[in-house]
């Protein structure tokens, strides 16, 4: 089955510092590559999520890379701020329907400071 | 996004004793939802596809005897963690999908003495 690498595991940053986090994938079929946000006691909250077929992805401070070739894919943080500090996790899953099911990797905690 | 509820948000219960746990899809009717297993620091783990009108179908490792899940409506899943034991707690999260994108509810943290 997938198997999905993250580094780092923990990341400490200034605020107004940029952020990067790393995913590996094992699984080729693998097209669907989202990007949760953990707060503490929280559930996992979507904030950007990439297809296959695109290479990159923006959303304002945030961005993902994918590289197929490499079965790798990224998450720039830019102009971090405090209120980025959490527990981030990527995914990766064969997409297709409501089915279709994920697998996490281990998880980056980043923490923004003053 | 989709709107996911659970209740409760966290319970104490005694070792032994079962507790029901219960997912809503408050927008959207859900054929499918999931349910994830976190313990402290740790990733997700899916313990389980819900599946409406039709038997869960469990990952490998979960025993289905002791994790119940029923999936009665196209709004609401059910996890019961029969005969609970303080290796049991954690932190019990569902979700559903939009197509191939899931979102998830607040969780609820089940701590059993």
Redesign the interface.
């Known amino acids: 089955g997938e198997n999905v690498e993250q580094h780092p595991s923990t990341l400490s940053v200034q605020e107004g510092d940029s952020a990067v986090i790393k995913c590996t994938y094992s699984d080729s079929a693998s097209n669907?590559f989202?990007w949760?946000k953990q707060e503490l006691?929280?559930?996992?909250?979507?904030i950007i999520?990439i297809r296959s077929n695109v290479g990159e992805k923006k959303d304002q401070r945030i961005a993902v890379t994918l590289n197929k070739t490499a079965k790798h894919f990224s998450l720039h943080i830019t102009e971090t701020q405090p209120e980025d500090s959490a527990v981030y996790?990527c995914a990766a899953?064969i997409?297709?329907?409501?089915?279709?099911?994920?697998t996490?990797?281990?998880?980056t905690r980043l923490q923004v400071t003053l | 996004?989709a709107v996911?509820s659970?209740h409760p948000s966290w319970v104490i219960c005694k070792s032994g004793t079962s507790v029901k746990i219960e997912c809503r899809s408050l927008d959207f009717q859900?054929?499918?939802m999931?349910w994830y297993r976190q313990f402290p620091k740790?990733?997700?783990?899916?313990m389980a596809?819900s599946n409406e009108g039709s038997k869960a179908t469990y990952e490998q490792g979960v025993e289905k005897d002791k994790f119940l899940i029923n999936h009665a409506s196209l709004t609401l899943s059910t996890l019961t963690v029969t005969s609970a034991h303080p290796e049991d707690s954690s932190f019990y999260?569902c979700?559903?999908?939009?197509?191939?994108?899931?979102?998830?509810?607040?969780?609820t943290?089940l701590l059993v003495l």
Do not use: C, H, N, W
């Not at chain 2, 740790?42 to 899916?46: F, I, K, R, T, Y």
């Not at chain 2, 979700?95 to 969780?107: H, K």
């Open positions: 669907y989202p949760y006691g929280k559930g996992p909250q979507l999520d996790f899953s997409g297709g329907g409501t089915a279709s099911k994920l996490f990797g281990t998880g | 996004g996911v659970q859900a054929t499918t999931f740790q990733s997700l783990m899916l596809t999260i979700s559903r999908g939009v197509r191939e994108t899931q979102y998830f509810g607040p969780g943290r």
